[in-house]
């Protein structure tokens, strides 16, 4: 394929012709390269996009894996992506022919992040491996049905990891109460009593504003999800279709919530954030206040599970609960949470005991 040199520029360019995606024939021109070498390998690389070539890199295809992403994810599920790419992917099969990807080299990939320990000698999370994992299969997916590659070796070596953590970690009330009296500013004493007696994402919480309190009725509406990326804050969709709800509230939590909504009148325009922080905020003011009230430390996100943990010792059925959590299906409920329904077959079988007594 020939490269030409402009005099006038000192640089180097290419000129050729290529079928798009809808079968016309159309001439490319790129101009500005600093050697013939970089000319030539950006035609090669370009036809191969074009020309829908199994034998393009593997970085030519997760490009264009990222590329058709980008438009269909939402702002933070694409930037994760990219970063687990880029960070745990590319690294190993990046000038590599698509089509000369073996099942075994992927296993050898995998076999380095179990290995990995990071500086205080700490392997990867189960869950964490399984995401890794997840994005590459989702790679060569991506070529197996819109550039014609064979298989999917990731998925002929199998996975590792695993989707959910073998337990999840959350407070009983009583651990939450202490953990609350040592929280003094009611800035975050609101936001953890929310987060406790609500089951409320964190970033739901974060994107609260008064205008989704209906306080005479004792309703939360969640209808947004708050992030901040790459320095910017952003109002996004919730997570799924089911996470646009309203939560009743109990009549205490109602009452505080006003009371600060109240109090802060005057300081907040309508429509703006009550809880103006991030995650990070949040999660260091969480490991402060269990420091100091000595009790176990859990994640944010586990304020979540201790919502979904008192609901089911209170009996209440899975349907319930995955309404009030925003959970797309009641399956990720039971998934989520069925080691915990266990501890009711003692009390089912003396009912049923008793119900047996009754009768004879």
Same mark, same amino acid.
């Given at each position: 394929?020939?490269?030409?040199?402009?005099?006038?520029?000192?640089?180097?360019?290419?000129?050729?012709?290529?079928?798009?995606?809808?079968?016309?024939?159309?001439?490319?021109?790129?101009?500005?390269?600093?050697?013939?070498?970089?000319?030539?390998?950006?035609?090669?690389?370009?036809?191969?996009?074009?020309? @829908?070539?199994?034998?393009?890199?593997?970085?030519?295809?997760?490009?264009?894996?990222? +590329?058709?992403?980008?438009?269909?994810?939402?702002?933070?599920?694409?930037?994760?992506?990219?970063?687990?790419?880029?960070?745990?992917?590319?690294?190993?099969?990046?000038?590599?022919?698509?089509?000369?990807?073996?099942?075994?080299?992927?296993?050898?990939?995998?076999?380095?992040?179990?290995?990995?320990?990071?500086?205080?000698?700490?392997?990867?999370?189960?869950?964490?491996?399984?995401?890794?994992?997840?994005?590459?299969?989702?790679?060569?997916?991506?070529?197996?049905?819109?550039?014609?590659?064979?298989?999917?070796?990731?998925?002929?070596? @199998? =996975?590792?990891?695993?989707?959910?953590?073998?337990?999840?970690?959350?407070?009983?009330?009583?651990?939450?109460?202490?953990?609350?009296?040592?929280?003094?500013?009611?800035?975050?004493?609101?936001?953890?009593?929310? $987060?406790?007696?609500?089951?409320?994402? =964190? @970033?739901?919480?974060?994107?609260?504003?008064?205008?989704?309190?209906?306080?005479?009725?004792?309703?939360?509406?969640?209808?947004?999800?708050?992030?901040?990326?790459?320095?910017?804050?952003?109002?996004?969709?919730? *997570?799924?279709? &089911?996470?646009?709800?309203?939560?009743?509230?109990?009549?205490?939590?109602?009452?505080?919530? *006003?009371?600060?909504? +109240? %109090?802060?009148?005057?300081?907040?325009?309508?429509?703006?954030?009550?809880?103006?922080?991030?995650?990070?905020?949040?999660? *260091? %003011?969480? *490991?402060?206040?269990? %420091?100091?009230?000595?009790?176990?430390?859990?994640?944010?996100?586990?304020?979540?599970?201790?919502?979904?943990?008192? $609901?089911?010792?209170?009996?209440?059925?899975? $349907?319930?609960?995955?309404?009030?959590?925003?959970?797309?299906?009641?399956?990720?409920?039971?998934?989520?949470? =069925?080691?915990?329904?266990?501890? &009711?077959? &003692?009390?089912?079988?003396?009912?049923?005991?008793? $119900?047996?007594?009754?009768?004879?």
């Amino acid at each position: 394929m020939p490269v030409y040199k402009s005099k006038t520029r000192n640089s180097w360019y290419c000129s050729f012709y290529y079928t798009d995606w809808t079968g016309q024939r159309k001439r490319k021109k790129k101009e500005g390269f600093a050697s013939k070498k970089d000319a030539q390998t950006y035609e090669t690389t370009f036809l191969m996009q074009h020309e @829908g070539r199994c034998d393009m890199t593997f970085k030519t295809l997760a490009k264009l894996y990222l +590329d058709d992403c980008r438009g269909r994810c939402k702002p933070t599920s694409f930037y994760e992506k990219s970063f687990l790419i880029e960070t745990k992917i590319l690294p190993y099969f990046n000038s590599t022919p698509v089509n000369e990807i073996k099942a075994s080299a992927v296993r050898f990939w995998q076999n380095e992040l179990l290995s990995h320990r990071d500086k205080k000698g700490r392997p990867y999370s189960d869950t964490y491996m399984k995401s890794i994992h997840v994005q590459l299969s989702a790679i060569f997916n991506y070529g197996m049905r819109y550039y014609d590659l064979p298989s999917n070796p990731a998925a002929l070596c @199998g =996975s590792i990891g695993q989707k959910k953590a073998a337990a999840i970690d959350f407070w009983t009330i009583d651990e939450f109460r202490r953990f609350l009296a040592c929280v003094k500013e009611d800035f975050f004493r609101i936001a953890f009593q929310l $987060l406790f007696w609500t089951g409320i994402r =964190s @970033g739901e919480l974060l994107a609260l504003s008064a205008e989704h309190f209906d306080f005479d009725r004792g309703l939360m509406h969640i209808s947004q999800n708050y992030c901040r990326l790459r320095g910017e804050d952003l109002l996004l969709a919730p *997570k799924t279709v &089911k996470s646009v709800r309203t939560v009743t509230l109990p009549h205490f939590l109602c009452r505080d919530v *006003k009371d600060y909504v +109240d %109090a802060l009148a005057g300081q907040k325009a309508n429509g703006e954030r009550l809880f103006d922080t991030s995650r990070y905020h949040l999660a *260091k %003011a969480l *490991k402060t206040g269990c %420091a100091a009230a000595g009790v176990k430390e859990i994640r944010l996100h586990d304020l979540r599970h201790s919502h979904a943990s008192l $609901l089911i010792e209170l009996g209440y059925s899975p $349907l319930l609960i995955a309404e009030r959590l925003g959970h797309e299906k009641i399956e990720t409920t039971l998934q989520t949470y =069925s080691h915990l329904y266990p501890n &009711k077959q &003692k009390d089912l079988a003396l009912h049923l005991e008793n $119900l047996h007594n009754s009768t004879f």
